[in-house]
């Protein structure tokens, strides 16, 4: 839990100092742009676009810090809704349904998963060297990130066989806010990914 809350805290840091850099100096119209364009490579690109455009001073022109920057917000937002499903898998137990109580459960172990594989994401980003261990580092990103919404849509799934109502509406559309948010970061790394190896394989 200790370890939970320090990372949640440690993303709001991140994001808040990067939402501070572009509200100090403000927003770069090519630095703008650069974001929207490079959101067209993701499935939900305007999505991407309003979740990214207010780090824009941040993230510059720079694939790397864009991709960054999207993982960081995946972050923040996969802890917000494993703090949700845990507060509504607590009040679950005394009454709810025992298949929605199940896939409370559910939901916050594989959220709980997610987590520590886009914390691990960000980490590696951080601590990117510029030498031959680059394509390895991006390629832990990329699995990583890559099971990360594998294990966000398992939680979607576990709601399959719950009755409809409220705890489901409302759970599965947060989930899926926050899968798409997964789904356009890991976009974002391979392109970071695509655009540096070519780059280094270009005579």
């Known amino acids: 839990m200790n370890?939970?809350?320090f990372s949640l805290l440690?993303?709001?840091l991140f994001l808040s100092a990067a939402a501070a850099t572009a509200t100090t100096y403000g927003d770069s119209s090519e630095a703008v742009d650069f974001i929207r364009t490079s959101c067209?490579?993701?499935l939900y690109p305007e999505l991407c676009y309003t979740s990214l455009s207010a780090y824009a001073n941040t993230v510059q022109q720079s694939p790397g810090h864009l991709a960054r920057v999207a993982i960081a917000i995946s972050l923040s937002r996969a802890r917000h809704m494993a703090s949700y499903v845990a507060n509504l898998s607590r009040q679950a137990d005394y009454g709810a349904a025992p298949r929605t109580a199940s896939a409370l459960h559910d939901c916050f172990s594989t959220f709980g998963d997610a987590i520590d594989q886009i914390r691990g994401s960000l980490k590696q980003m951080r601590q990117l060297r510029a030498d031959e261990s680059f394509r390895f580092q991006m390629s832990n990103v990329q699995t990583w990130m890559s099971a990360a919404l594998t294990n966000e849509e398992t939680c979607t799934d576990g709601f399959e066989d719950v009755a409809d109502g409220a705890v489901k509406s409302e759970v599965c559309d947060r989930a899926e806010n926050v899968k798409k948010l997964t789904s356009n970061a890991l976009a974002l790394v391979n392109c970071y990914v695509n655009k540096e190896t070519n780059s280094t394989e270009t005579p």
């Open 3 to 5: 370890s939970f809350r």
């Open 10 to 12: 440690s993303a709001a």
């Open 40 to 42: 067209n490579a993701t």
